[in-house]
């Protein structure tokens, strides 16, 4: 029987993490681990509904505005300092929650030893994409790693990049890497999902993309616009403001096109979170219930 255990709190975006976990680790007495790949970055507060000041100050959290938007930072980075910072606790309780489904996999199940790569090369890959764009890529890792290009999302540049800078760096294929082997934890994993109805759930996701407008998502897009290519801000909400920015769509558009990509990244989440079997399920309002349930696995 394990003596430690890791709640990971996590569900589709608007669901309503943030208010429960906080909730949740004031009773408890604990801090909590951010698992959003995105609010990670110090420059995007609004655009990822980071959590403001007073929430930080109510509960200690980590993982927060502790990176720079041309950072590279990774899943497997991110499974390490996690690990580290639970390996270095006398804590027996940690709290963790986000909706970046792959780091919550590295946490829970672990990921790949995949070699962390050089400035240089992320460097030199980024030019080529610019350059000579994502086909010509997507042909050289064909070449390179035929059994990873059968399999890779061929519309992610970021996946094809990185596939291509493991081959530059290691002289060997990404494929190599992966052995998906799960890793054993030294503490018991408690996982909770957040769900609501689907309408209940796209009318919030509907009101939090206004909310984002009028607290400056477009100011902060337009600070990001030299920072545009990065890897940091390949995601829903920068990508349709930089479009508005470039002249390309009007502002009414841009709002529309944010908050039905961000419908659409929700379901993603919930088709990848209802495979796993051991997350058990509670609408963000019952408070009470997941605490008994919590009590119950502890």
Not at 59 to 73: C, E, I, L
Not at 125 to 132: I, W
Not at 148 to 168: G, T
Not at 212 to 233: H, K
Request: charged share 30%; aromatic share 8%.
């Amino acid at each position: 029987m394990m003596d430690r255990h890791l709640i990971v709190i996590t569900g589709p975006t608007g669901v309503g993490k943030t208010e429960l976990c906080l909730q949740i680790a004031e009773y408890y007495g604990i801090d909590i681990i951010n698992a959003d790949s995105r609010q990670i970055f110090s420059e995007l507060p609004v655009g990822t509904a980071a959590p403001s000041a007073r929430q930080m100050q109510r509960v200690r959290h980590y993982f927060v505005g502790t990176k720079h938007v041309g950072d590279y930072y990774s899943a497997s980075m991110y499974e390490q300092d996690v690990m580290s910072l639970i390996d270095n606790s006398d804590d027996r309780l940690f709290l963790l929650t986000g909706g970046s489904m792959m780091y919550i996999d590295a946490v829970c199940n672990g990921i790949d030893d995949i070699p962390t790569i050089d400035e240089d090369v992320r460097r030199m890959m980024k030019r080529r994409y610019e350059e000579e764009g994502l086909d010509c890529l997507l042909d050289e890792l064909r070449t390179l790693d035929p059994e990873h290009y059968e399999v890779v999302d061929k519309k992610n540049p970021r996946r094809v990049i990185h596939a291509l800078e493991i081959c530059h760096q290691t002289g060997k294929t990404y494929s190599s890497f992966r052995r998906g082997e799960k890793k054993t934890r030294p503490f018991g994993i408690i996982k909770i999902g957040l769900c609501r109805e689907r309408e209940e759930l796209y009318e919030r996701i509907n009101g939090r993309v206004i909310e984002m407008i009028r607290d400056g998502l477009e100011e902060e897009a337009r600070r990001m616009l030299p920072f545009r290519n990065e890897n940091s801000l390949n995601t829903v909400g920068y990508k349709e403001m930089f479009q508005y920015l470039d002249g390309n769509i009007s502002l009414d558009e841009a709002v529309r096109q944010i908050q039905s990509n961000s419908r659409r990244y929700a379901r993603k989440q919930m088709t990848w979170y209802k495979r796993d079997e051991e997350m058990k399920w509670f609408h963000p309002d019952n408070v009470k219930e997941i605490i008994n349930y919590i009590d119950v696995c502890v």
